[in-house]
C-alpha cells in the first residue's frame, strides 16, 4: 500500500496527540514530523509516536558539508524513524555520507535503516523562481530527474518531488526509486504556499508512490473520514 503521510504541522505535542487521537483505530498510521514540531519537542516526540506503533517521516531536510551530515544522520538513525530527508542540492558526496551514517547508526543502535529521500525543487518553487533566483536554464521537470538521479547514485532511497515529475523521473532515472509527493489538495482546496499541486487520484495516475497531506486533511471537518478517502484514492480505492 502507498503511504498517505499526515504532515503534523502543529506547534507542541499536546496539540498533535489532541489531533491524533481519534486516528486511533487506523492501522498503519504514517506521519511526517517536520521542522516546527521537532524543533519545539525533540527527540521525545518521535519516541512517543513510534510506542503509538506509528510510522515516522522525519522531514528535516539536512544540507551541510558531508561530514556534518553523515554525523547528524548517524544521530537520527537511532531515533528508529522510518523515512528522512536531506537537500539534493548539496550533491552526490552528501548524499552518499547522509547514506552512511544512517547505515552505521542503524547498526550501532539496532534500529531498521530509515528511507532516505532526497528533496529535489520544493513544491513551492515555480519555473519562473527556477529560472530567475536559481539560474538554472533547464526545464523543472528536467532538473529535478538531474537530482533525482545523482541521488539515486548516491545512495538514496527515493525523491521528494511534486508527482507532476514522477513518470519523468521514473523513466529517466529509475522505475524503482521511491517518488514521495508533497503539494497534494483536494479539488476543494486552495493551492495555499504550493505551487505543482496535484489530486490524489492523480497523484496516483502519474505513478506516485506515496504522498504527503497536510491542510487538507488536519483542517478537514472529519480528519479522519478524509484520510481515509485519500488513503484509498492513492491506493486505486483499495
Do not use: W
Not at 157 to 172: P, Q, T, W, Y
Amino acid at each position: 500500500m502507498k503511504p498517505v503521510f499526515i504532515a503534523l504541522d502543529f506547534p507542541t505535542a499536546a496539540k498533535t496527540f489532541e489531533f491524533l487521537q481519534p486516528f486511533s483505530e487506523i492501522n498503519n498510521l504514517s506521519v511526517k514530523v517536520g521542522m516546527e514540531l521537532f524543533y519545539r519537542e525533540g527527540p521525545e516526540i518521535i519516541k512517543k509516536l513510534r510506542q503509538k506503533n506509528i510510522n515516522v517521516f522525519l522531514d528535516l531536510k539536512l544540507h551541510d558539508i558531508p561530514h556534518t551530515v553523515e554525523k547528524a544522520a548517524f544521530q537520527l538513525a537511532q531515533l528508529d524513524v522510518q523515512y528522512t530527508t536531506i537537500h539534493a542540492l548539496g550533491g552526490g558526496k552528501m548524499i552518499q555520507a547522509a547514506r552512511d551514517g544512517l547505515d552505521a547508526g542503524s547498526k550501532q543502535y539496532h534500529t531498521k535503516k530509515p528511507k532516505l529521500l532526497a528533496v529535489t525543487q520544493l513544491t513551492s518553487t515555480s519555473e519562473a523562481q527556477l529560472k530567475v533566483e536559481e539560474q538554472v536554464d533547464v526545464s523543472m521537470p528536467e532538473s529535478v530527474s538531474h537530482l533525482a538521479n545523482i541521488a539515486y547514485q548516491s545512495g538514496a532511497d527515493g525523491v521528494i518531488s511534486s508527482a507532476l515529475e514522477d513518470e519523468f523521473i521514473h523513466k529517466k532515472v529509475n522505475k524503482n526509486l521511491l517518488c514521495i509527493n508533497p503539494g497534494i489538495r483536494l479539488n476543494s482546496n486552495n493551492s495555499d504556499d504550493q505551487k505543482r499541486v496535484v489530486t490524489p487520484i492523480k497523484a496516483r495516475q502519474l505513478g506516485s508512490d506515496g504522498i504527503v497531506v497536510g491542510r487538507s486533511i488536519t483542517k478537514a471537518d472529519n480528519p479522519v473520514e478524509t484520510y481515509k478517502m485519500i488513503f484509498a484514492e492513492i491506493n486505486g480505492g483499495k
